[in-house]
């Protein structure tokens, strides 16, 4: 599917943190993990991000459905469901966020006024990163079928489909990705000398 949506009134690519995590000014880009009491914001910007898919991507009643998530569903996968949420910050405000939870990238969202800027890049980053740490050697997601191009575009890869589902009975298309992490440390292996 064709990703049209616009690049950010605040202009493409500014702001944008090579980095995850690091901060040099008010308007930089950082990555923390997420805390209870940012269930709400996810919640908004998940509403958001949802809401500004590209129209002909799903059902609007799919759509509807998807955006309808509540903040509880968040509080919940940070707590009993043991996902680790990395929130990614501007100016302190929560701009988009993450979820892994054992080998599964389990959500990927970004404000619309936060969009196109390098954030999904730099969170998926800091979710390999963290993945690595615990060990993992795979990452997977099941994304939502417009959100393909954005993955396969980050080294995943797969074609399986499956169904997600949401609030009211309705399911979204996605498709089962996943991508292989580099081993922390490694270096490409050093042909024998001849000498
Ligand atoms: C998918 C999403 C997380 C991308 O976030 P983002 O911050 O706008 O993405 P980035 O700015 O990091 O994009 C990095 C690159 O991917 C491209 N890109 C972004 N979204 C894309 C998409 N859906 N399809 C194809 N390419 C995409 C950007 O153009 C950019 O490339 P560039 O640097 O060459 O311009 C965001 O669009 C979103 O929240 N979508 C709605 C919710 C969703 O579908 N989430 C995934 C659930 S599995």
Do not use: C, H, Q
């Amino acid at each position: 599917m064709a990703w049209s949506r616009r690049k950010s009134a605040d202009g493409p690519a500014a702001g944008r943190s090579p980095s995850p995590g690091a901060r040099s000014g008010p308007s930089r880009l950082r990555i923390r993990r997420a805390r209870p009491a940012d269930a709400p914001a996810l919640a908004a910007v998940r509403r958001a991000a949802v809401l500004d898919v590209p129209p002909g991507a799903f059902r609007r009643a799919d759509l509807a459905a998807w955006a309808s998530l509540p903040p509880l569903y968040d509080l919940w996968a940070m707590t009993a469901g043991g996902e680790a949420i990395l929130a990614a910050e501007r100016a302190g405000r929560v701009v988009g966020f993450a979820g892994l939870r054992a080998a599964e990238l389990t959500a990927l969202f970004v404000a619309p006024r936060a969009a196109r800027r390098g954030v999904g890049a730099a969170l998926i980053a800091a979710v390999e990163r963290l993945a690595r740490r615990r060990g993992l050697r795979r990452l997977s997601v099941v994304a939502a079928a417009s959100a393909v191009p954005f993955y396969l575009a980050r080294g995943f890869a797969g074609r399986r489909r499956a169904r997600v589902p949401l609030p009211g009975g309705r399911s979204l298309a996605a498709v089962r990705l996943a991508k292989r992490l580099p081993v922390p440390g490694r270096r490409p292996a050093v042909p024998p000398s001849r000498a």
